[in-house]
């Protein structure tokens, strides 16, 4: 019998279509039914938070009832942990419970998210140096949203620690902040030091920025379901489906493709996860800045998944050491730190590779940085957009790995790098998708301010009348079927 090794990302994927996802019917009606209970509860914040905290165990428990239990347990324990680090009084016993703490989080996000594929890297070497016996194996199905709810987990018991949580933490609260539906599945990774203290008080209506968080719910949709679904369907799936069917420039179009559809995906489901959260009366951190116009890799990670970048940082790199020590242990430290980031994104080696490249390019930017002439370089305006093209692809060959299933169909998609042949793939309204993906990227910030106050002017009834007919066009425009965000596999 042949040995083989289910892995846990692939398994978890058959499961996405039953999850409540954003663009969908189930979820609107989910939200509006919340936000008509939650707001005429919030006299009484004890019903209120323990309301939210229900809806958020439905929210995920629409996937798989099974692993609500799961989501419980891991906040829980949390919790009581960092109830134990508030009141231990020597250091060494705090520190104790938070390395405590921190191992088992990992330990549970290591059992589910990455069981396969070390069985699967044993199994291999095994049959480096011996026969290895003829084994049934199977990883257990990755919940939903795991990385993301360990990581809230973990940062509870890391801001409790450092004392950045100065009220006694709760267990009501500790549980609702791991598990607040919008930012469940796929983040943003909220701070327990800016989170846990907004669930102290009843949220005030009279500070709700309505129209803000109805246009961002507007404009994640838009990203996701228009430019982000299209990219997906007409261009990206079919060139990564087969790499070795397509001319040279249908395959570099897919990887352009890919780096906006990866960009509108997550950044529209951060989008309406802020948007919902606001009009329930919280404050989520933005997560991206215009990523695509960073102009050296540092800067790219201070743009990207801010809320991720800057947990790496704060609870790794610097651990690690940051950039004390010489440029050995901060170039070191520095490649750990993207090596386990792209690890956590999913157990592959394609994702340790994407990790590596990320780390080698931030090691190079540093060896640069410190030259003087690069220096002097850097100041002027050519150089900017020089720099934006080059990180741009840069960037797009590190999302290769990131996007192929494997490695071999990686560099399959590499070989088949070209500017001549025909495009049979991309057609006018996907390049025009794609453009407008990366034009999106350049619009000043005052335009969305200038929409907002525009918006304000208008009468309650054509606000209305306004969202629901851009709802409707949506939905017009996007392709049939709702596929799920790209980082729920995370």
């Not at 607040?180 to 796929?186: G, S, V, Y």
């Not at 606001?278 to 695509?292: C, E």
Request: charged content about 10%; overall charge positive.
């Amino acid at each position: 019998m042949r040995s083989h090794v289910h892995g846990a990302a692939a398994v978890a994927r058959t499961g996405f279509r039953h999850a409540m996802l954003f663009p969908t019917v189930e979820y609107a009606l989910f939200f509006l039914l919340t936000l008509g209970i939650a707001w005429p509860l919030t006299r009484w914040l004890a019903w209120h938070n323990g309301f939210l905290l229900l809806v958020s165990y439905v929210f995920y428990g629409f996937w798989n009832w099974a692993y609500v239990p799961l989501l419980f347990g891991i906040s829980l324990f949390a919790g009581l942990v960092a109830q134990r680090i508030q009141r231990s009084t020597q250091a060494v016993v705090r520190k104790a419970w938070l390395v405590f703490g921190v191992i088992v989080c990992l330990a549970v996000l290591v059992y589910y998210k990455y069981t396969g594929f070390l069985l699967q890297n044993l199994l291999e070497l095994w049959r480096h140096v011996g026969k290895p016996p003829a084994l049934q194996l199977e990883s257990p199905l990755l919940p939903l949203g795991i990385s993301f709810f360990v990581f809230h987990a973990i940062s509870l018991l890391g801001d409790v620690y450092r004392e950045k949580l100065k009220e006694p933490v709760r267990i009501p609260d500790a549980l609702l902040y791991v598990a607040f539906f919008p930012q469940l599945i796929a983040g943003p990774i909220l701070r327990a030091s800016d989170f846990i203290p907004q669930l102290a008080k009843s949220p005030d209506p009279q500070a709700i920025f309505v129209n803000r968080g109805l246009m961002l719910i507007v404009i994640g949709l838009v990203k996701k379901v228009i430019i982000s679904n299209q990219l997906a369907v007409a261009l990206v799936d079919p060139a990564f489906a087969a790499p070795q069917a397509l001319a040279g420039p249908d395959m570099l179009l897919a990887v352009y493709g890919y780096a906006v559809q990866i960009y509108c995906d997550f950044s529209g489901y951060t989008d309406i996860a802020i948007g919902c959260a606001l009009l329930l009366g919280y404050r989520f951190p933005d997560n991206f800045n215009r990523p695509y116009t960073a102009t050296d890799p540092q800067d790219f990670w201070r743009r990207w998944h801010i809320s991720l970048s800057s947990w790496l940082r704060d609870y790794l790199y610097i651990p690690l050491g940051g950039s004390h020590g010489g440029r050995w242990f901060t170039s070191r430290n520095l490649m750990i730190t993207m090596l386990l980031g792209g690890l956590w994104h999913g157990a592959s080696w394609t994702f340790v590779i994407w990790g590596g490249l990320h780390g080698g390019y931030l090691m190079v930017h540093r060896l640069w940085a410190a030259l003087p002439w690069f220096t002097r370089l850097r100041t002027s305006i050519a150089w900017r957009w020089i720099a934006r093209l080059l990180l741009f692809h840069a960037v797009c060959a590190a999302w290769v790995f990131f996007r192929a299933p494997s490695l071999q169909q990686a560099l399959d998609v590499f070989a088949r790098f070209s500017v001549s042949g025909p495009l049979t793939l991309a057609g006018g309204s996907v390049v025009a998708l794609l453009l407008l993906g990366l034009a999106g990227q350049y619009a000043p910030a005052r335009w969305h301010d200038a929409l907002e106050r525009e918006f304000c002017r208008w009468s309650a009834p054509m606000r209305g009348t306004a969202f629901a007919t851009v709802l409707f066009a949506i939905e017009l425009l996007g392709p049939s079927g709702v596929a799920p965000f790209i980082y729920f596999q995370f």
